[in-house]
């Protein structure tokens, strides 16, 4: 922990310079690696949330995205609600459902341990894998809205420019973030409770509130997320499974309660996996760069504490 | 030869340097006690030479041989066995399956002699309620446990972390004819305590752990006398 | 003794039934004990990881890189059906090897996600070598074992399942009982009290995935054919672990009594409502962890013992 600003401006450093080298090699893949990253570190601010603060990692986490993006779906079809405009209430659907679920399962694991909690929320993700596949069947639905399939051309390529409203998401979604967690009564009380919860409960503090709070938050940001990606994104029962991991291997890469490490590790594994992608015939393994990474970070991390 | 001896023995925490150039000598046989306000290092000083974890620098060699690099497990087998400050005992087993987890793998016993074993200890300790779980017995059960787990291991030195600690003067005193019991049995015993009359009763050496660092080292009557030791003790007061 | 002879009376009875069952059993109430047993393999293996404190959801995958090696090692080298599914065990356990000198060393939910993410990591790994596995299209096999004769494979079916039950007794009962329960109960105690704890730790691991590995092999040969999808299928994890959850987790009988409450529960949702049924086990998980966390027979047990005790005073 002490060694961290130094490590930090160490990766920052190196960073920087594979952006320049990748710049120059795949530009295409730097910008298109640069809105997935966004992407991915928008979904996984929820996730850090609810593990750096309850200290449940969940493994539904996923599914809520595709839960939601099936949500916006039916209000685009039946009630045609602009996707984006969707946003707005999928934040309050998913924000009441992580209400009711806290309520009727959370809540009774937080003292039964690290295993009970990973099958819960392992039980919680089938059951919503399933009931999307009853109720939809696995047959991909899409959803076309023509100013998200707009582009421009620098050169002789041309981009997306939609996609540029992940990044754009995720750094509005961390600065509200962030802001409720310093300026915020509640938000503090968050904080303290994720750095010591016996503490902060000694001190007084509602940890059951703020649990309560931080959990139903952090699945309504996973409407917002699901909004923005319904125009460009296939969704099925299984469209929102890999975020689970990914954004794992991101909070194991940033450290928990480093929410802006998740944006810069975003990026960066955004980065990584779009050259990847871009090498042909390698591209099917793009798949493993965020294992790759997590597996990397989290046995570095593992060997380090044993060795002091 | 000592027993165990420890050479510039070292642990930094981050900043904090809990135990600061350490130098030991036990000698075989004899009770020896390490005292120091809270926080002194006596704990980590353990936790060390257990194995628990590993030195910032220096040496432990024990019998001779040098095990500061020795996996924990190994070094139990070897014959260095602990007890926890804070008594740990496994949940999910009976009081005498307990102490059987010393006898089975750090002595390296079968399960039928374990179980033998298992049973001595306990007639040693006059552990009772060998048979009941672990949420039924009584905080000097518990304690019974953890040294009798460190006992069924068949220790030749044993360090025993405020074993003390929360037992009535009765308990204490039964506690103190068996720690008496087992050096006569030819156990080498670390003792780490604050009640000083415990001390007093059974060590025939002591040394003072103030920081990190060894401040005194004698045997109890004088060492209590050195106004280093009464200074480290009356700064903690304040 | 009068205990101990009922015991083994009982035991040779239920062998036999089991053994002489294809005689007498029609076609599908075999096929659904055949599958009951599949089922109850896994949830033992998995519940024998478990027992070291360990949540592994690495079963789908190891179960699908059974299958794999099997069947490529059938119909791309030729080599004969029974001796693919020792050649997939052997494969699974030199993988789980060289896996679990890195993820031995992670705990909890670190441990926990890693051995999730291992199942995408395998199947994209299969996807992505179609010279050798067929990639996303799978692998169909034309020579199937014992040439497809029901009653043997059954029998091979049941051997697997009786060698994991006899396996998992033979840990609950032995020194390897005291060793991993002292790990799951307290890890810093363990080590202290002279337990290699990463010796056990990998001993279960590689055991365990080798014996998911078998019986995706068997399941392979069993059926003729290997996609990504089937092969590496979150059903070979979820059902399993619904079943030890039911029956009571950290203990054989527990797991085994689950997956036989359970397998007709499941036999009989599937066909009452066809595409549904897979739901309820996610919901039956979440039921249990939130009402029952200690299953049915860890229920009883601990009833049992209670009631004991209170007759003893
Ligand atoms: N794992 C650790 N990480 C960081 N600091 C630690 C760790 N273990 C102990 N310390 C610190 O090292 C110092 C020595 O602690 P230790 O437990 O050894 O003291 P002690 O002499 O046993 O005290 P007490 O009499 O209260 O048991 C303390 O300041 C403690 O906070
Ligand atoms: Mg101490």
């Given at each position: 922990?002490?060694?961290?600003?130094?490590?930090?401006?160490?990766?920052?450093?190196?960073?920087?310079?594979?952006?320049?080298?990748?710049?120059?090699?795949?530009?295409?893949?730097?910008?298109?690696?640069?809105?997935?990253?966004?992407?991915?570190?928008?979904?996984?601010?929820?996730?850090?949330?609810?593990?750096?603060?309850?200290?449940?990692?969940?493994?539904?986490?996923?599914?809520?995205?595709?839960?939601?993006?099936?949500?916006?779906?039916?209000?685009?079809?039946?009630?045609?609600?602009?996707?984006?405009?969707?946003?707005?209430?999928?934040?309050?659907?998913?924000?009441?459902?992580?209400?009711?679920?806290?309520?009727?399962t959370i809540k009774y694991v937080l003292k039964s341990g690290e295993l009970n909690q990973l099958i819960l929320t392992f039980g919680i993700s089938m059951v919503i894998i399933q009931m999307a596949e009853l109720i939809w069947t696995t047959r991909p639905r899409n959803l076309y809205v023509s100013y998200a399939s707009s582009s421009v051309s620098f050169l002789d390529f041309s981009v997306g420019t939609y996609?540029?409203?992940?990044?754009?998401?995720?750094?509005?979604?961390?600065?509200?973030?962030?802001?409720?967690?310093?300026?915020?009564?509640?938000?503090?009380?968050?904080?303290?409770?994720?750095?010591?919860?016996?503490?902060?409960?000694?001190?007084?503090?509602?940890?059951?509130?703020?649990?309560?709070?931080?959990?139903?938050?952090?699945?309504?940001?996973?409407?917002?997320?699901?909004?923005?990606?319904?125009?460009?994104?296939?969704?099925?029962?299984?469209t929102g499974s890999p975020y689970t991991l990914k954004s794992f291997a991101l909070v194991a890469m940033a450290g928990l309660g480093d929410l802006n490490g998740i944006l810069i590790g975003g990026i960066t594994l955004g980065i990584a996996e779009a050259v990847i992608q871009s090498i042909p015939g390698y591209g099917g393994w793009s798949d493993l760069v965020f294992f790759g990474v997590l597996l990397a970070v989290i046995l570095t991390r593992a060997y380090r504490r044993s060795e002091s | 030869m000592p027993i165990l001896e420890t050479k510039h023995l070292t642990k930094r925490f981050g900043g904090l340097v809990a135990v600061d150039d350490v130098n030991l000598k036990i000698e075989e046989r004899e009770i020896l006690g390490i005292i120091g306000p809270n926080g002194a290092g006596k704990t980590t000083l353990v936790s060390l030479i257990s194995g628990l974890i590993y030195p910032t620098q220096g040496e432990i060699a024990f019998n001779g041989k040098n095990v500061e690099k020795l996996p924990e497990f190994e070094r139990s087998r070897m014959g260095l066995a602990r007890t926890f400050q804070l008594v740990r005992p496994l949940q999910q087993f009976t009081g005498l399956e307990n102490i059987m987890v010393g006898a089975l793998f750090a002595a390296g016993e079968s399960l039928k002699k374990a179980r033998e074993s298992a049973n001595e200890v306990c007639d040693l300790l006059e552990f009772e309620r060998r048979n009941l779980h672990i949420d039924k017995l009584t905080v000097l059960d518990l304690k019974k446990i953890e040294i009798g787990r460190a006992l069924a291991s068949r220790p030749k030195i044993l360090f025993l972390d405020e074993v003390m600690a929360g037992l009535n003067s009765d308990e204490t005193w039964q506690m103190i004819s068996l720690i008496k019991k087992l050096r006569n049995s030819g156990i080498t015993i670390v003792i780490i305590e604050h009640i000083m009359g415990v001390i007093k009763e059974l060590t025939d050496r002591v040394v003072v752990l103030d920081s990190g660092k060894v401040i005194a080292e004698g045997v109890y009557t004088e060492v209590s006398k050195d106004p280093k030791v009464i200074s480290a003790y009356l700064g903690e007061e304040e | 003794?009068?205990?101990?002879?009922?015991?083994?009376?009982?035991?040779?009875?239920?062998?036999?039934?089991?053994?002489?069952?294809?005689?007498?059993?029609?076609?599908?109430?075999?096929?659904?004990?055949?599958?009951?047993?599949?089922?109850?393999?896994?949830?033992?293996?998995?519940?024998?990881?478990?027992?070291?404190?360990?949540?592994?959801?690495?079963?789908?995958?190891?179960?699908?890189?059974?299958?794999?090696?099997?069947?490529?090692?059938?119909?791309?080298?030729?080599?004969?059906?029974?001796?693919?599914?020792?050649?997939?065990?052997?494969?699974?356990?030199?993988?789980?090897?060289?896996?679990?000198?890195?993820?031995?060393?992670?705990?909890?939910?670190?441990?926990?996600?890693?051995?999730?993410?291992?199942?995408?990591?395998?199947?994209?790994?299969?996807?992505?070598?179609?010279?050798?596995?067929?990639?996303?299209?799978?692998?169909?096999?034309?020579?199937?074992?014992?040439?497809?004769?029901?009653?043997?494979?059954?029998?091979?079916?049941?051997?697997?399942?009786?060698?994991?039950?006899?396996l998992s007794i033979v840990f609950e009962k032995t020194r390897v009982h005291y060793a991993i329960s002292s790990i799951r109960n307290d890890e810093v105690v363990a080590k202290s009290s002279g337990i290699n704890v990463f010796k056990y730790l990998t001993v279960l691991f590689v055991i365990t995935a080798m014996i998911q590995g078998v019986a995706g092999a068997i399941y392979t040969q069993q059926y003729g054919f290997a996609y990504p999808e089937t092969a590496f299928s979150l059903d070979f994890l979820m059902l399993p672990m619904a079943m030890a959850l039911v029956g009571g987790i950290y203990s054989t009988w527990g797991s085994v009594i689950g997956s036989v409450v359970l397998g007709l529960v499941a036999e009989y949702l599937r066909l009452v409502m066809p595409h549904g049924s897979k739901i309820i086990y996610g919901i039956i998980v979440i039921l249990i962890i939130l009402f029952l966390p200690k299953g049915i027979y860890g229920t009883l047990e601990s009833k049992l013992r209670t009631t004991r005790n209170g007759a003893r005073k």
């Open positions: 922990m002490n060694a961290k600003p130094f490590h930090l401006n160490r990766t920052l450093l190196i960073l920087i310079i594979l952006l320049v080298v990748i710049a120059i090699w795949k530009p295409v893949a730097l910008i298109y690696g640069f809105q997935r990253g966004g992407l991915y570190a928008l979904i996984a601010l929820p996730l850090a949330l609810i593990l750096g603060i309850i200290g449940i990692l969940n493994l539904g986490h996923g599914d809520f995205l595709t839960l939601a993006m099936y949500i916006g779906y039916l209000l685009f079809e039946n009630l045609k609600i602009d996707p984006l405009l969707s946003m707005v209430p999928l934040f309050f659907i998913f924000l009441a459902l992580g209400m009711g679920i806290y309520m009727i996609e540029f409203l992940y990044p754009a998401l995720a750094i509005g979604v961390l600065i509200a973030l962030r802001l409720f967690l310093k300026k915020t009564k509640l938000g503090q009380a968050a904080t303290a409770v994720g750095q010591n919860p016996r503490g902060a409960e000694i001190v007084g503090i509602d940890t059951n509130r703020v649990y309560f709070t931080v959990f139903s938050i952090s699945i309504g940001i996973l409407g917002i997320a699901a909004g923005v990606m319904l125009p460009r994104t296939s969704i099925f029962p299984l | - | 003794m009068k205990n101990r002879t009922g015991l083994i009376i009982a035991v040779v009875g239920v062998l036999s039934v089991m053994i002489s069952l294809p005689y007498y059993s029609g076609a599908y109430f075999l096929s659904v004990t055949m599958t009951i047993l599949l089922n109850m393999t896994l949830a033992v293996s998995w519940d024998m990881m478990l027992r070291t404190g360990q949540l592994s959801f690495g079963i789908a995958g190891f179960f699908g890189i059974g299958s794999y090696v099997s069947i490529v090692a059938v119909s791309n080298f030729g080599v004969n059906n029974v001796v693919s599914i020792f050649l997939a065990a052997a494969f699974v356990a030199v993988i789980a090897l060289a896996l679990a000198f890195a993820i031995l060393k992670l705990r909890g939910i670190y441990f926990a996600i890693t051995t999730l993410a291992l199942t995408m990591v395998f199947s994209v790994t299969i996807r992505n070598m179609p010279t050798l596995t067929g990639g996303s299209g799978g692998k169909v096999l034309y020579n199937t074992i014992f040439n497809g004769d029901t009653t043997k494979i059954y029998w091979l079916i049941l051997t697997m399942a009786l060698f994991t039950i006899l």
